[in-house]
């Protein structure tokens, strides 16, 4: 990423401004010889606990195994529908059909995120669960979705992979649903050095179904209550993830800033960047614009040193791993037009105020604004 005057994300800059900390970290670990299903995994559940207000939280490997943990202990599986947003990760489709059910698209509104009216269409009787995506670190509409999941008797696991610091009305994101998964990949507000993944619910007898499932269904070293996998959260993670969520808050308010300035700063009426609604607090993993003749844009700034990231030209109802549901281009048109349009901006914590009023004026150059 060295080539770029304006890095999309900069991890180097990001290790110099946490070094003594982190070498504190490894040292304190490598000290204690705490590696596996150690202390610190227990504190860091406690302190996400203590931030969200949830009840409970499992740790495990990655955000991807948190919806298949989740999803496993909610008996979601074969002959189950899902109902879930064409605009994520693939991840959050992967894992509906990681445990045998089968993922069912309802479009999107402008602000990416699901649209409850369209999730109440798709429901039939084979429907399970509904999965939200809070994209970008945007909550989804929680009221109208959980009015809907009341209504009809279906589960809700909210993807709030990428939803450390967000809230909707005062909650935390991942609090509402039956459980809430998050990531803690190096990309998110949250994060590891390497993969980590935990989640959250209200439901102790879910959460101790899950602790067990991820350490094979172990309740002892000498009783397998069950056959579960191997989704640890290394201890060296746990603590390293600890220190980070001290500083969470900071990192939310530093990006919630850059973007401010960007709205300030981009004068282009091609440029359309999502209102934040007044009750919602956006934490901005992303800050994903939709913008006109989006290829060029991106060349164009790529020309004059900004690195800018296209999340994602696909929608995923058509990856080629989606053809055995039968989607077709048409079906999800907001979702679809999106896709053509988003790029995502640089707004990182380590950013100047300076490098964000470039980038806004090259935009405004290339439209002429
Ligand atoms: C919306 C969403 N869901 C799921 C995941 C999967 O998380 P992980 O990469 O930790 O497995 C990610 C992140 O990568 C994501 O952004």
């Not at 401004?17 to 202390?39: F, S, Y």
């Not at 602790?211 to 746990?238: E, P, Q």
């Amino acid at each position: 990423m060295g080539e770029f005057k304006v890095p999309f994300i900069d991890l180097q800059q990001r290790y110099q401004d946490e070094k003594a900390e982190l070498i504190a970290c490894v040292d304190r670990i490598l000290t204690k010889g705490h590696l596996v299903m150690t202390q610190e995994v227990g504190e860091f559940e406690q302190q996400i606990v203590d931030y969200t207000g949830a009840k409970h939280c499992v740790s495990c490997g990655n955000g991807t195994d948190a919806l298949m943990l989740g999803m496993w202990a909610l008996g979601i599986g074969k002959g189950d529908e899902v109902i879930t947003t064409p605009i994520s990760f693939v991840a959050s489709t992967g894992s509906i059909a990681h445990v045998g059910a089968t993922p069912v698209y309802a479009d999107v509104r402008e602000d990416q995120n699901i649209d409850p009216a369209e999730v109440e269409k798709r429901i039939t009787p084979k429907t399970k669960a509904i999965m939200p995506v809070h994209w970008s670190g945007r909550i989804a509409d929680m009221d109208a979705i959980m009015d809907i999941a009341r209504r009809h008797n279906l589960l809700v696991i909210e993807d709030a992979a990428q939803t450390m610091g967000a809230y909707y009305r005062g909650r935390h994101g991942g609090t509402f649903g039956n459980i809430g998964t998050f990531s803690a990949h190096p990309l998110k507000n949250l994060n590891a050095i390497g993969d980590g993944g935990f989640l959250v619910t209200g439901d102790a007898e879910i959460a101790e179904k899950i602790r067990l499932y991820r350490n094979h269904g172990l309740k002892d070293r000498d009783t397998c209550l069950f056959y579960g996998v191997n989704s640890r959260l290394d201890s060296l993670n746990a603590e390293v993830l600890m220190y980070r969520l001290k500083r969470l808050d900071g990192v939310v308010e530093r990006r919630r800033a850059n973007v401010d300035l960007y709205r300030g700063h981009i004068r282009a009426r091609e440029v359309f960047i999502p209102p934040d609604k007044e009750f919602e607090k956006n934490a901005y993993v992303m800050m994903i614009t939709q913008s006109e003749r989006r290829d060029e844009l991106q060349a164009f700034l790529s020309k004059r040193g900004i690195q800018s990231l296209v999340y994602y030209g696909t929608p995923l109802h058509l990856h080629p791993a989606a053809a055995r549901y039968g989607y077709k281009r048409g079906d999800f048109p907001v979702a679809e037009a999106q896709a053509d349009r988003v790029l995502a901006l640089p707004h990182h914590q380590q950013l100047s105020e300076d490098q964000i009023a470039y980038v806004a004026q090259s935009i405004n150059d290339f439209y002429g604004a």
